[in-house]
C-alpha cells in the first residue's frame, strides 16, 4: 500500500497559511512537489525555499500530484480554481483538502464537481494561525467523504495537534464559521471593555489581569489584549478576514431565521476598518476604533 510519503502533494494559495503548511509538510518528509500562487513572486520565493516547481496553471498542480491542499481566500477564488480548465483538469483520482474559510454550500458545491471528474474533496478548517501552521499545531476540522478523510489522514495529523472528524461536507465549514462568529465577538468585546477603561483612567495591566481571573477572561484576552493596548497589529489574522468569517455566520444565521445581532454588530465593525484602510492589519486593531484618542 502507498503511504502518503510516498504521494506527491501540491499547495494552492501560499499566504501566510499555506506557505506554512507546505514548509511543514516539507520538514516532516512529504513530497511536496507543486505550488501555485497568483502572486508569481510568493510562488516561485517558496518554491526555492523547499525545492518544489512552480506551477504555471492550476492545471499544473493538478498533473504533478496525487493530494492538493488549497488555501485560498473566500468563496469566489474557492469557484476560481475548481474549474474544467483549472484544478479539475485530468483530476480523476486525486484528493483536494480544502482549507480556506469559505462557505459551507461552496465546500458542496466543489465537492459535488471533484467527483463529477472521478476525483474527491474534504474540507480541513483550520482554527489556529501561522505560528501553528508552522509547527504542525493547527485544531483542524475535517469534512467529506471518510473515505478521503481516511487516506489523507496521517498528512493532517503531521499538521495539527487536534483533528476532529465533524461528519458531512459542508458540516465542518458551519462549525468553523461559529468558531470565528464568537471569536470575533469576543474580540469586538474586549477592545470596547479595554477601550471604556481607557477612557476612565483605569490602569490597563490591572484591568487586563482582573479580566483574566474573572468572567470577563477569554483566549482573546491571552493572545490580543497587549495587543490592543500597545497598538501593535502585526498581522496574523486580518480585520479584512474577521469581516469575512462573521459575515458567512451571519448569512447562516438568516438562513436558519436566527437573530444575531452581537454578530451582525461586529461584522460592521471590522467592515469600518476596511473602509479606514486598515483591512490588513490584525483582528486586534478593532481596538483602534474604541480606545480614546486613537485615529478614527
Known sequence: MVG???QRIGVVGLGRMGANMARRLKDCGYQVTVVFDVVDEVAAALGTEIGAKVATSL?????????????????????GIFTADGLLQGAEGRVFVNCATVSPAVHEEVAGLCRAAGAEAIEACMASSITQAREGTLYLMVAGEESAWLRVEPMLRDLSKSLRYIGATGSAAKVKALVNMVMNINTAALAEGLGLGAAMGLDLAMLSEVFSQT???????????????????????????AAKDSGIANALAREAGVAVPLSDATEEQYRRLISLGRGELDKSAVAELTFPGRAQ
Open 4 to 6: 502518503m510519503k510516498d
Open 215 to 241: 468572567g470577563a477572561n477569554s483566549r482573546v484576552l491571552e493572545t490580543d489584549g497587549a495587543d490592543m493596548i500597545a497598538r501593535e497589529h502585526d498581522c496574523y489574522f486580518s480585520a479584512a478576514h
Open 59 to 79: 492545471a499544473d498542480v493538478t498533473a504533478g500530484a496525487e493530494v492538493i491542499l488549497t488555501v485560498v481566500t473566500d468563496d469566489a477564488a474557492m469557484r
